[in-house]
């Protein structure tokens, strides 16, 4: 008799710890709600209607993230535990306009040409969330950048408002390209819609005469590597044209970068109706205007120099000198090939030597000449000092 009773006080007291450990649970799914894993197309076939949460990952099924009934599943749960899509066709992610994000959160959300639209995404202060959003060429990604700035958010990766990066097959469509722009590449070589590069722009070594067509480009940021220039465009032997650069209007460097290097293009020159742009004026001063004496193409210099530049050789004028008085007189910087400097050197002997003879009358003429003395060494700037003199 005894030993029942204490069997059935031992059974009861199982039922009750069974009772209370599945009433914690019940509590617990309550309190927490379902969470719904999605990483293959089969887990589609849950309803959708009993999942709180969501943990989603396309990146282990690619069919899973073309299906068409991804987006009737995922459309109205409110909280993503995990939600990584790459490569869908998905225009927007969710009816909802706030979707919740838990502590410990990530959202991934890659190479996805044709979305538009992504939700508010809200977490409490403190949680930590993870972003990386890239290659979303069609996305808006203003108030993401606003809300992950304001919230201190740290190691985020958030493309700018409808960029493209280095993973692109393709640049037509692009408004904003986000990496290196190397203008040989078959990807970039036509770029209508680029009005920014947050990056360096590259053209060496190709065989192009011409550069992408450009229209509206218009800023170039670099502030990475301060050895490597932003924009750099050397040993294009075919090259005829940089005109599509000549309507840049910003380049922004980091501290100590260097800006742009134009350089060793031998059929380089700048057409006439750019000539006073101000991306030609302040950069490529040193390549010649099309239409010049080819003796004055400035465009194989081992550095770029962005100085008031010497006009053309004229040797059917008193001018004897391809500088002006003026400029010689203010001593400033300009450039001039070995070519030039005999040209100059050459002329001035033959011009102190009449100069320096006696009248056909016999009689010494007193004659006033202009004589200049150079410093120059090849491939840099050289500063012509005026002197005057007087010869019989």
């Known amino acids: 008799m005894y030993h029942q009773i204490i069997l059935t006080r031992f059974a009861t007291m199982q039922l009750l710890v069974i009772f209370l450990f599945y ?3 019940l509590v617990s799914q309550n309190y927490a709600g379902t969470t719904c894993t999605v990483t293959k197309i089969i887990h589609l076939k849950q309803d959708p ?3 709180s949460a969501l943990d989603l990952n396309t990146y282990l099924d690619d069919d899973l993230a073309t299906d068409p009934n991804l987006f009737d599943f995922i459309k109205n749960i409110g909280v993503y535990d995990t939600f990584l899509l790459r490569g869908s066709n998905l225009r927007s992610l969710t009816n909802l306009d706030v979707i919740k ?3 410990g959160s990530q959202v991934i959300i890659t190479e996805n040409k044709d979305l538009r639209k992504i939700p508010k995404f809200d977490w409490k202060a403190g949680d930590k969330v993870l972003f990386t959003v890239a290659e979303n060429h069609n996305l808006d990604t203003t108030e993401l950048l606003k809300a992950i700035k304001a919230k201190k958010v740290k190691g985020a990766r958030v493309q700018r408002p409808f960029a493209c ?5 393709k640049s037509e469509h692009c408004r904003i390209i986000e990496g290196i722009l190397v203008l040989e590449d078959p990807r970039n070589l036509n770029l209508p819609k680029l009005e920014e590069v947050y990056g360096r722009v590259i053209l060496s070594g190709s065989n192009l005469e011409k550069l992408p067509h450009m229209p509206k480009l218009k800023k170039i940021e670099w502030m990475d590597n301060k050895k490597l220039p932003a924009i750099t465009i050397e040993n294009n032997p075919n090259l005829k044209s940089i005109a599509e650069l000549a309507n840049i209007e910003n380049i922004v460097l980091g501290r100590g970068r260097m800006n742009v290097v134009i350089r060793n293009n031998p059929k380089l ?7 006073q742009k101000s991306f030609v004026k302040k950069y490529a001063a040193h390549v010649r205007e099309c239409g010049s004496h080819p003796s004055l193409r400035r465009s194989n210099f081992k550095q770029a120099a962005f100085h008031d530049t010497p006009g053309p050789l004229n040797s059917d004028t008193n001018q004897n000198n391809i500088f002006t008085t003026k400029q010689m007189r203010s001593r400033k910087p300009v450039i001039i090939t070995t070519l030039e400097f005999q040209a100059i050197s050459i002329k001035h002997r033959a011009v102190s030597s009449t100069s320096s003879s006696p009248g056909k009358s ?6 006033s000449v202009d004589v200049y003395n150079y410093r120059c060494t090849t491939f840099t700037l050289c500063h012509a000092n005026l002197t005057r003199t007087h010869r019989w």
């Open 23 to 25: 009433s914690s649970v």
């Open 165 to 169: 990066g280095d993973r692109r097959r």
């Open 49 to 51: 209607e009993k999942c």
């Open 362 to 367: 016999g009689k010494g003429v007193r004659r």
């Open 101 to 103: 994000l838990r502590d």
């Open 269 to 275: 020159c700048i057409e006439p109706e750019n000539m």
